[in-house]
C-alpha cells in the first residue's frame, strides 16, 4: 500500500456538433478538404466580428442541467489573449470568471456498485482552435507546419472537476459514464480518438490521512480512456517516485506517451502565460430566460445511470443487461420499444446476444438494420408463445436480416414452424426409441442426461421444428411410462 | 517608472521585436503617459461597477444555420505562403 | 459653379431631375481626387466607379443615393478594393469581403471612388501616422487635417467628394471635421454595424459620416444605420433618421459644459463657440452652465481602455493569413519582427501600453479601474441629460496645428481629443458643425445628446448652422 493518496481533477473539452461554428456561420466538417469550410470571420480578416450560436448556448445549458450545475443568471465571454498559429485572433473568445455554468455534481458507478462523487467546477463554453500539421521536415517556402480552419471556431464546452477523483481507475470510470450522459443527452459525438471529446488530467499525491493538496501536474495527450487511465497512473507513479527520493515535483504540463508509457515535460523556453484575459467588447452578456432553463430541465432525457438502476429494479434485467443495453441512446431506444411489447429479459437476451451477434458480421447496428424493433418484438413473441423453437427463431432472425421480411412470413414460407401435434411428435418420438436400444434402457437406468441425446435426434429429424418441451415428455411416456 | 526589463517583457507578450535602443526610449514614454494616466489610480471607484458595453443589450444570439462561406482560393488568396492548400508557418522552435 | 459645389442632396436631386448623369458627377469628382493636392486619398478605383456610375445611369428607376460619389474611410473592408487602415500591415491586401455600413451605401445608390488617409489603424489626431504619407488641411496645406479620419475630411472640405465615411474612437471624426471646417457625425454607439470596421478600440469605435452639411450627414446616415446580424452590439434606432428642418431652437436646453471650456482651450475658440451659444440664444434656446466632474479623467480613462483593447484587435496581425509578411526562421521570429518592423510607432507605442494595462498585476489598477472611471462618465452624462436636452463644448481646444508640430510627443497628441473622448466613452451621439474662424481656421463646436438623440441633434445642428451660415469653401479652393 502506497503511503500517498492521489488527487485528480480533470477538464473535459467536448465539441458540440451543431450544424455551424461558434461565431460564424461555417459549417462543421470532419475529414473535408483543408480550408474549404472558412470565412472572414473564422479566419479573423480584419473587420469582422462574433455572433453567438444560439444552439450552442443551448447545448451548454443542456449539459450543466443535466450535470446539476447553477446556471448563471448572467455570464460573459472573455478574451484569452495568446499567440499561435491555430488561433487566428490571437485571442481565444472562452468565459472566465463568470462561466455560463457554475457548480454541479456528477455521480459514477464502479463496477462494485459503489459510487463516485464528482464536483463540477464549471461549464463554460468556448471556440475550439483549428488544425495545425506540422509539414514534417519539408520545408516549402518558410513552412514548418500547415494551418486548416475548418475546425477553428467548433463551439466547445469546457467542463473542470474538483479535484475529487481518488484513482486513475475512478477517473476512468467517471469520463466514461459522463461521456455516455452527454452521448445520451445529444450535444456531441464524444469521439476520443476523433477528439470531439478530450480529457487532461491535474493530478497530485499527498501522503495518505494529509489535508492538504500537494504540487499538481497536467497530463495532456490521453486520447482513450486506455491512455487515460495508464497516463494518470504512469504520472502518479513518477510523482511517487520523486517525493520517495526526497525531491520536489515541479508544476508543468506533462505529456503521457502511449507508446513508450513515459511521461516527458512539455518546459518550454516560452515566457510563462500571461492570457491577459479581459471581457469581450464584441459580444453582449447572456442571460438565458428561466423559463428556457426550466423547459431543458423538464425535457431532459433519461440519463443512463438512472435508467440502469430502473432497467434493473423494475425490468429485471442483470447489471450487465442494463450496461450493454444502455451503450447509446439508440439502442437504449430500440430496446425500450421491443420491451414494451414482450417481455424486458427476453427481449434483453435476444437484443444483446444474437441479434447483436448477427447484425456484428453485416456492420450494422440494430436501429439501422431491416429488424425493426416491431420485427424483433414480433420474433421474441413467437418464441416466447412456442410458436418457433429457438433454434429456428435464429434461421428466422437471419433470414429477416438477408430480406427485410416479417419473422411471420419467413415462419410461413420456410416451414419453421414448430410441430404442435401430439400425435406426429409421438410418432417421430417412438421411432427414435426404438432405434437407440442402448440410450432407451440407460434412460431407465436413472441416467436421466440422456435425454437431451433424444431431444437432439427429435430436432435433427424435424428440421428443427420440434418443440423440445414436448419431446422430452413424449420421451419419458414412451420409454418410462410416465 | 517602466524599466528595460518590462518593457522587455510586455513586448514579448505582444510579439513586437524591438531594437535595445528603441526598448529603452519606448519605456520612457510609456512612463511618461502612465504619469497623466495615474490620475484614474486616485479616485475612489469603491463599490462601482466596471462598464464593458454602453448599450444595454443581452442574448443576442444567432440561429444555427449554415451561411455561405469562403471558396478555398479566396480563404487563401492573401497569404503569403501557401503550403499544401493551408497557411504556411515557420517551425515553431 | 462645379458639380462639385453641389451638396449631396443637390446632387441627389439633380440625378433625380434628369439634369446631370452619375457618370458625369463621378467624372467631375474623380478628376478632384486626381489631382490630389492635400493627399486626402490612399486608393482609387476609377474604372470600378465609372462603371457603378453607368450601371445606376442605366437603372429604371434611380436608388435613393442616385449614384453619388462617396469616399470611405481606410479602415472600412471593401471587396476587392485594396484596404490598408494606413498601415504597411495591410499594404496591398484586398479584402474578400465588405463592411455592412458602406455594402448598405451602395445598395442605396453611393458610388466608393476610392479610400482616404488615416492614421494608422485610426490611432492619432493628426493622420500624420499614415504609414504611406500625411494629409494637408485644405484651409491651410502647411497644417494637418485633424484624425485620424484626416483623409475623409479633408476629401470633403477639398470637395473631392461631397461627403465620406470616417470612424471615430475617441474623436476621430468631430474633431477632423472641425479642423476641416466641416460636418461630422459619431452616432449612439450601436447605432451603425461596426462588422467590416477594422477595429481599434470595440467598444468604443463608430463609424460615421462627414459631409459640408448637417442635412446630407442626416440622408448619409439614414442609409447606414439599424441592427446587423453580423454585429451583437448594432441596434435598431428607435426612430427612423429624419433629415433635419428645424430653423429655430425654441424650447431647447443646451448646458455648456464647464470642464471643457476652460484651461487649454485657446481663445479663438472659445469666442467662436461662444458666438455659437450666443446664437443658440438667439434661436429661442436656453444656455446654461453644466459640470460633470469626471470628464478631466475621461483621457487617462480612455487611453487605458482604448490601447488595451487594441492591443488585443490587433494581435491577428502576424502575416500568416493576409498582408505582407517578415520572412524568419522560427515563428517567434517570424511573429515578432512582422509586427514590430511593419506596425508604426504609435501603434507600437498603444499596443504596448494596451498590453502593460491588461497583463497580470496590473489589470485591476489599470484597465479594471478604468472601466469603473467609465462608469462615472456615464452616470454624470446620463444626470446632465435630466437637465438639458444637449451638451456643447468645444470640438477640438485648438484649431489645425502645423504638420510635425505634436508628433515628438505623444502625450500632447493625445489631448487634441480631451474633449471629445468623455462623449465616446459614454457611447452618446454628437456632431461637430463649424461656428467660425480662428485665425483664419475653422473652429468646430461640438453637440451632444443622449443615446439614440440623433434626430435632435440633427434638427438643433441644423437651425444653428444656417443661422450661422459658415462657408465650407477653404480659401483658393477653385473647383
Known amino acids: ?482 | 517608472m517602466i524599466d528595460d526589463s518590462t518593457v522587455h517583457h510586455v513586448a514579448r507578450l505582444a510579439r513586437l521585436r524591438l531594437a535595445p535602443d528603441e526598448e529603452h526610449v519606448m519605456g520612457e514614454e510609456l512612463s511618461g503617459i502612465l504619469e497623466h494616466i495615474d490620475v484614474i489610480r486616485g479616485m475612489d471607484v469603491e463599490g462601482v461597477p466596471p462598464t464593458t458595453h454602453v448599450i444595454a443589450l443581452e442574448n443576442v444570439l444567432r440561429p444555427d444555420e449554415p451561411r455561405p462561406g469562403l471558396s478555398r482560393d479566396d480563404a487563401l488568396r492573401e497569404a503569403r505562403h501557401v503550403v499544401d492548400d493551408g497557411f504556411g508557418v515557420p517551425r515553431m522552435d | 459653379m462645379s458639380l462639385r459645389d453641389l451638396t449631396a442632396a443637390e446632387q441627389v436631386a439633380a440625378l433625380a431631375a434628369g439634369k446631370v448623369t452619375s457618370l458625369e458627377l463621378v467624372d467631375a469628382h474623380l478628376a478632384a481626387v486626381a489631382s490630389d493636392e492635400v493627399g486626402a486619398f490612399l486608393a482609387v478605383d476609377p474604372d470600378r466607379a465609372r462603371a457603378r456610375a453607368r450601371e445606376i445611369d442605366a437603372l429604371p428607376e434611380r436608388p435613393p443615393l442616385g449614384g453619388v460619389p462617396i469616399g470611405i474611410k481606410d479602415a472600412l473592408s471593401t471587396r476587392d478594393l485594396v484596404t490598408t487602415a494606413g498601415s504597411r500591415m495591410l499594404e496591398g491586401f484586398r479584402p474578400v469581403y465588405t463592411a455592412t455600413c458602406v455594402q448598405r451605401l451602395e445598395d442605396a445608390g453611393a458610388i466608393v471612388v476610392g479610400k482616404t488617409n488615416m492614421d494608422e489603424f485610426a490611432m492619432g489626431s493628426s493622420t500624420e501616422n499614415s504609414a504611406y504619407h500625411p494629409t494637408r488641411n485644405p484651409w491651410d496645406h502647411t497644417r494637418v487635417p485633424g484624425g485620424s479620419s484626416g483623409g475623409s475630411a479633408a476629401a470633403v472640405a477639398q470637395r473631392q467628394v461631397p461627403w465620406s465615411l470616417g470612424s471615430d474612437t475617441g474623436g476621430s471624426i468631430r474633431q477632423p471635421a472641425a479642423l476641416c471646417g466641416i460636418v461630422g457625425m459619431k452616432p449612439t454607439y450601436g447605432a451603425i454595424s461596426r462588422y467590416g470596421l477594422i477595429a481599434f478600440a470595440s467598444s468604443l469605435d463608430q463609424v460615421g459620416p462627414f459631409a459640408r452639411t448637417v442635412r446630407d450627414a442626416a440622408l448619409l446616415l439614414r442609409h447606414m444605420v439599424g441592427r446587423d446580424p453580423m454585429d451583437s452590439t448594432s441596434l435598431d434606432m428607435p426612430e427612423a433618421i429624419a433629415l433635419p428642418v428645424a430653423s429655430d431652437l425654441r424650447g431647447l436646453r443646451v448646458g455648456v459644459v464647464d470642464e471643457l471650456m476652460g484651461e487649454g482651450v485657446e481663445p479663438g475658440v472659445r469666442d467662436a463657440v461662444g458666438y455659437a451659444l450666443r446664437m443658440v440664444e438667439a434661436l429661442g434656446g436656453t444656455v446654461v452652465p453644466v459640470s460633470l466632474p469626471t470628464t478631466p479623467l475621461g483621457l487617462a480613462t480612455y487611453y487605458v481602455l482604448a490601447p488595451a483593447e487594441c492591443s488585443s484587435n490587433l494581435a491577428r496581425f502576424d502575416g500568416v493569413r493576409y498582408g505582407p509578411v517578415v520572412d524568419d526562421d522560427t515563428l517567434l521570429d517570424q511573429y515578432e519582427r512582422t509586427r514590430g518592423e511593419l506596425f508604426g510607432p504609435e501603434v507600437r507605442r498603444r499596443i504596448m501600453l494596451g498590453t502593460f494595462a491588461l497583463a497580470s498585476g496590473y489589470y485591476d489598477q489599470y484597465y479594471g479601474r478604468a472601466q469603473r472611471v467609465r462608469t462615472l462618465i456615464v452616470r454624470e452624462f446620463s444626470a446632465a441629460f435630466d437637465q438639458v436636452d444637449l451638451l456643447a463644448s468645444p470640438t477640438s481646444p485648438t484649431v489645425a496645428f502645423p504638420l510635425g508640430a505634436r508628433t515628438a510627443d505623444p502625450y500632447s497628441m493625445y489631448l487634441a481629443d480631451v474633449c471629445t473622448i468623455p462623449v465616446s466613452l459614454a457611447g452618446l451621439p454628437a456632431i461637430s458643425i463649424p461656428c467660425g474662424l480662428s485665425g483664419g481656421l475653422p473652429v468646430g463646436l461640438q453637440l451632444a445628446g443622449p443615446a439614440f438623440s440623433e434626430n435632435r441633434l440633427l434638427g438643433a445642428a441644423h437651425a444653428l448652422e444656417q443661422a450661422l451660415a459658415f462657408d465650407t469653401l477653404p480659401p483658393g479652393l477653385v473647383t
Open chain 1, 1 to 482: 500500500m502506497s503511503a500517498y493518496e492521489p488527487v485528480i481533477g480533470v477538464e473535459i473539452h467536448v465539441q458540440l456538433s451543431t450544424r455551424t461554428k461558434m461565431f460564424c456561420g461555417c459549417e462543421l466538417s470532419f475529414g473535408d478538404p483543408p480550408n474549404t469550410h472558412t470565412c472572414p470571420v473564422c479566419l479573423a480578416h480584419p473587420g469582422v466580428l462574433p455572433v453567438v450560436n444560439e444552439e450552442a448556448v443551448r447545448r451548454a445549458l443542456l449539459i450543466g442541467v443535466a450535470l446539476g450545475c447553477e446556471v448563471a443568471p448572467r455570464s460573459i465571454f472573455h478574451r484569452k489573449n495568446y499567440f499561435y498559429p491555430d488561433l487566428p485572433k490571437a485571442y481565444q473568445i472562452s468565459q472566465f470568471d463568470i462561466p455560463i455554468c457554475g457548480r454541479g455534481e456528477f455521480i459514477a458507478i464502479r463496477d462494485d456498485g459503489s459510487e463516485i462523487r464528482v464536483g463540477i467546477t464549471r461549464a463554460h463554453l468556448e471556440e475550439d482552435a483549428a488544425k495545425l500539421t506540422h509539414a514534417g521536415g519539408r520545408r516549402v517556402g518558410a513552412a514548418g507546419s500547415v494551418v486548416d480552419f475548418n475546425r477553428g471556431g467548433t463551439p466547445l464546452v469546457e467542463i473542470v472537476t474538483e479535484p475529487d477523483l481518488r484513482s486513475a481507475s475512478d477517473a476512468a470510470v467517471f469520463l466514461r459514464q459522463l461521456r455516455q450522459t452527454l452521448l445520451f443527452l445529444g450535444v456531441s459525438d464524444c469521439s476520443m480518438e476523433e477528439g470531439s471529446m478530450r480529457a487532461d488530467a491535474n493530478v497530485s499525491i499527498r501522503p495518505v490521512g494529509a489535508d492538504q493538496f500537494g504540487t499538481k501536474t497536467e497530463l495532456k495527450n490521453m486520447n482513450s480512456f486506455r491512455f487515460l487511465e495508464r497516463g494518470i497512473d504512469a504520472e502518479i507513479a513518477r510523482q511517487t517516485a520523486i517525493l520517495g527520493s526526497g525531491g520536489q515535483v515541479t508544476q508543468e504540463t506533462v505529456h503521457f506517451e502511449p507508446e513508450t508509457g513515459a511521461i516527458t515535460s512539455l518546459r518550454s523556453k516560452e515566457e510563462s502565460h500571461d492570457y491577459r484575459y479581459f471581457p469581450e467588447p464584441d459580444l453582449v452578456p447572456l442571460a438565458p430566460d428561466p423559463s428556457w432553463v426550466a423547459e431543458l430541465r423538464a425535457g431532459l432525457p433519461e440519463l443512463p445511470l438512472p435508467l440502469r438502476r430502473r432497467m434493473v429494479d423494475e425490468m429485471g434485467l442483470t447489471t450487465e443487461d442494463a450496461e450493454v443495453l444502455t451503450d447509446s441512446p439508440a439502442l437504449v431506444a430500440y430496446f425500450m420499444e421491443v420491451a414494451a411489447a414482450v417481455d424486458p429479459k427476453a427481449a434483453a437476451n435476444w437484443i444483446r446476444g444474437e441479434l447483436r451477434a448477427q447484425l456484428r458480421e453485416a456492420g450494422q447496428d440494430p436501429w439501422e438494420s431491416t429488424v425493426t424493433p416491431a420485427r424483433m418484438a414480433a420474433l421474441v413473441g413467437l418464441v416466447e408463445s412456442g410458436a418457433v423453437s429457438v433454434p429456428a427463431a435464429k434461421e428466422v432472425l437471419a433470414e429477416v436480416i438477408s430480406s427485410g421480411t416479417e419473422p411471420a412470413d419467413v415462419v410461413e414460407a420456410k416451414g419453421l414452424g414448430q410441430i404442435s401435434d401430439e400425435d406426429e411428435l409421438a410418432a417421430i418420438v417412438a421411432e427414435i426409441v426404438a432405434a437407440n436400444p442402448v440410450q432407451a434402457q440407460q434412460l431407465r437406468d436413472g441416467k436421466d442426461k440422456v435425454i437431451g441425446f433424444f431431444v437432439g435426434k427429435a430436432m435433427a429429424q424435424t428440421g428443427g421444428r420440434a418443440d423440445p418441451q414436448a419431446v422430452q415428455r413424449l420421451v419419458r411416456a414412451a420409454v418410462l411410462g410416465q
